[in-house]
């Protein structure tokens, strides 16, 4: 049978929105001239697959990177934590020493070790990277102390970018009582940032307000979890989920910590501990699903899942998987860090220098169904542990709060001209690819694809993720034609 088929969105979503997550830079060394598996790997989500592909870059990427693109998926700018570089792969005007603590050629070639230690906020006209820094101890170590921020002028230098304002301290701690991690969350308004970093232990956070023109802060809040001092620190991960309401921090050593988070007035409060009962001292992970039902945590060879909604959150703990140490590419591909990518799937580096990333495609699934594939992201270099640092850049304002200021921007509905769809092959024999990209979304509306012939007769229903603004559907076994789509 053939089918001439219609695409109906049914939706109503935020129009802010921008892909300035789309690109992401890992790699190795900045060059290959001795390796040729050395270099850097684009990591391109404007694409379905996402593209991989090959960059020689000028300096090493190691565990403190982070991307930026336009509103379009562009790439613009990426950092090593010690650099910043432009989309031409050379450091922009006055964007070399970072991290001036630690700052030489060296430390520039192999790359940061500040983890998740670096990210870009963006304003109307300019845009922030902050990223922390290092003091020296009595006997030369050096330790994470500082705050920095830079101000970067995008349009400059024919929009390859220049830093107007470099290394600027907002906080200078005693040595070693900050952590590497910084993480950000939209403000209620839309416009402005909360930055959020870990002070002294696991209890106690340091918070500033950005806006574009004015920092306020810094604000402490001291949590009441519970943690194993006796453990050697291990900091998974520290982020906020997609809808910005949770705060979420730790690992399976030390346990993983919850708190509610008021993008309004940037309180933090009702702090709970899931005791994750470890007994081992292995490094590792931690993220949570689009949706913030679930929490990700591994060590180097285990991936578990904790259940958010459950009743009882460490008795809901679901052993995922184990390392296949049969697979090396060059060496067995240890789990380490994650990141949610723009198509909605959890992304995992390794600990070893692996040309290899292992992915969770259906994050919002419970249990098995989460489809953990090891080794599932083949790179085109080696990767020495660097996966970027994100904050939800399609948040948008929180719509019908008091501090929402940009009222009848959230309510509007959207418009052929407010999202992308393709389809592939068309016409098609047996299956056809519908690819639908949102610029934004309200995590209140389920957005919803209904196929429907020339009768208007429903064929197919397809309900995006939650929190996914590119999303695929496959649908097989007709003989199709796209006509149009509303």
Same mark, same amino acid.
């Given at each position: 049978?053939? #089918?001439?088929?219609?695409?109906l969105?049914?939706f /109503?979503?935020?129009l802010s +929105?921008?892909?300035n997550?789309?690109?992401?830079?890992?790699?190795?060394v900045?060059?290959d001239?001795?390796f040729?598996?050395?270099g850097? *790997?684009e990591i391109?989500?404007n694409?379905?697959?996402?593209?991989?592909k090959?960059?020689?870059?000028?300096?090493?990427?190691?565990?403190?990177? /982070?991307?930026?693109c336009?509103?379009?998926g562009?790439?613009?700018?990426?950092t090593?934590? #010690?650099?910043?570089?432009n989309r031409? &792969?050379?450091i922009?005007?006055?964007?070399?020493s970072?991290d001036?603590?630690?700052y030489?050629?060296?430390?520039?070639?192999f790359?940061?070790?500040n983890?998740?230690?670096?990210?870009f906020?963006?304003?109307?006209?300019k845009?922030?990277?902050?990223?922390?820094?290092?003091k020296?101890?009595?006997k030369?170590? +050096?330790?994470?102390?500082i705050?920095?921020?830079?101000v970067?002028d995008i349009k400059?230098n024919?929009?390859l970018?220049k830093?107007l304002v470099?290394n600027k301290v907002?906080? &200078?701690g005693?040595?070693?009582?900050i952590k590497?991690y910084?993480?950000a969350?939209?403000h209620?308004?839309g416009?402005?940032w909360?930055?959020?970093?870990?002070?002294e232990?696991n209890?106690?956070i340091?918070?500033?307000?950005i806006k574009e023109?004015?920092i306020?802060?810094p604000?402490?809040?001291?949590l009441d979890?519970?943690f194993?001092?006796?453990?050697v620190?291990n900091?998974?991960g520290? =982020?906020?989920s997609?809808d910005?309401s949770?705060?979420? #921090?730790g690992s399976?050593?030390?346990n993983?910590?919850?708190?509610?988070?008021d993008r309004c007035?940037?309180?933090?409060?009702?702090?709970?501990?899931?005791? *994750?009962n470890y007994?081992?001292?292995?490094f590792?992970g931690l993220m949570?699903?689009p949706?913030?039902?679930?929490?990700?945590a591994?060590?180097f060879s285990n991936?578990?899942?904790?259940?958010?909604?459950?009743s009882?959150? /460490?008795a809901?703990?679901?052993?995922?998987?184990?390392l296949d140490?049969?697979?090396?590419?060059?060496f067995?591909?240890?789990f380490m860090?994650m990141q949610?990518?723009?198509?909605?799937k959890i992304?995992m580096?390794c600990?070893?220098?692996?040309?290899?990333?292992h992915?969770i495609?259906?994050?919002d699934?419970?249990?098995?169904?989460?489809?953990f594939?090891?080794?599932d992201? =083949?790179?085109?270099?080696d990767?020495k542990?660097?996966?970027p640092n994100f904050p939800?850049y399609?948040?948008g304002?929180?719509?019908g709060s008091?501090c929402?200021?940009?009222l009848?921007?959230?309510?509007k509905?959207?418009?052929?001209?407010?999202?992308q769809?393709?389809?592939?092959?068309?016409?098609?024999?047996d299956?056809?690819?519908?690819?639908?990209t949102?610029?934004?979304?309200?995590p209140?509306i389920? *957005?919803?694809?209904v196929i429907? &012939?020339?009768?208007?007769?429903i064929v197919q229903k397809?309900?995006?993720?939650?929190?996914?603004?590119l999303a695929?559907s496959i649908?097989q076994n007709?003989q199709?034609?796209?006509?149009?789509y509303n």
């Amino acid at each position: 049978m053939r #089918y001439f088929i219609f695409v109906l969105l049914l939706f /109503s979503n935020n129009l802010s +929105a921008q892909k300035n997550d789309y690109i992401w830079i890992t790699g190795d060394v900045g060059e290959d001239t001795v390796f040729l598996d050395w270099g850097g *790997t684009e990591i391109n989500f404007n694409s379905n697959p996402i593209g991989i592909k090959k960059r020689i870059l000028p300096f090493g990427m190691f565990a403190n990177t /982070s991307s930026y693109c336009d509103g379009q998926g562009n790439l613009l700018f990426y950092t090593n934590g #010690y650099a910043i570089c432009n989309r031409l &792969d050379s450091i922009m005007e006055n964007g070399d020493s970072l991290d001036i603590n630690t700052y030489n050629l060296d430390n520039l070639y192999f790359g940061n070790d500040n983890w998740f230690g670096s990210i870009f906020l963006p304003f109307k006209d300019k845009l922030y990277l902050f990223n922390t820094d290092r003091k020296k101890d009595d006997k030369g170590i +050096a330790w994470p102390s500082i705050i920095n921020y830079n101000v970067i002028d995008i349009k400059a230098n024919n929009n390859l970018g220049k830093v107007l304002v470099k290394n600027k301290v907002l906080f &200078d701690g005693e040595v070693n009582n900050i952590k590497t991690y910084i993480t950000a969350c939209q403000h209620g308004n839309g416009i402005d940032w909360w930055v959020i970093g870990l002070y002294e232990s696991n209890n106690k956070i340091i918070q500033y307000l950005i806006k574009e023109d004015t920092i306020i802060g810094p604000n402490f809040f001291e949590l009441d979890v519970k943690f194993d001092k006796s453990k050697v620190f291990n900091l998974g991960g520290l =982020f906020f989920s997609q809808d910005g309401s949770k705060l979420i #921090y730790g690992s399976l050593m030390r346990n993983i910590f919850i708190q509610d988070f008021d993008r309004c007035t940037g309180a933090i409060s009702n702090s709970k501990t899931i005791e *994750t009962n470890y007994l081992d001292n292995s490094f590792g992970g931690l993220m949570v699903s689009p949706s913030g039902r679930f929490v990700y945590a591994s060590d180097f060879s285990n991936l578990y899942q904790y259940d958010l909604w459950s009743s009882d959150i /460490s008795a809901s703990k679901v052993f995922i998987d184990s390392l296949d140490k049969s697979k090396q590419y060059p060496f067995e591909g240890k789990f380490m860090k994650m990141q949610l990518g723009p198509d909605g799937k959890i992304y995992m580096n390794c600990f070893n220098s692996v040309r290899v990333m292992h992915r969770i495609n259906n994050p919002d699934e419970k249990g098995k169904a989460c489809n953990f594939v090891q080794n599932d992201v =083949f790179l085109a270099t080696d990767n020495k542990i660097s996966i970027p640092n994100f904050p939800n850049y399609r948040l948008g304002p929180l719509k019908g709060s008091p501090c929402d200021t940009i009222l009848g921007v959230a309510n509007k509905d959207l418009s052929p001209d407010n999202y992308q769809i393709k389809l592939f092959p068309n016409p098609a024999n047996d299956q056809i690819k519908v690819d639908i990209t949102l610029k934004e979304y309200d995590p209140t509306i389920k *957005t919803e694809v209904v196929i429907v &012939d020339v009768s208007g007769a429903i064929v197919q229903k397809y309900t995006m993720p939650d929190f996914a603004y590119l999303a695929q559907s496959i649908f097989q076994n007709w003989q199709v034609e796209f006509m149009g789509y509303n």
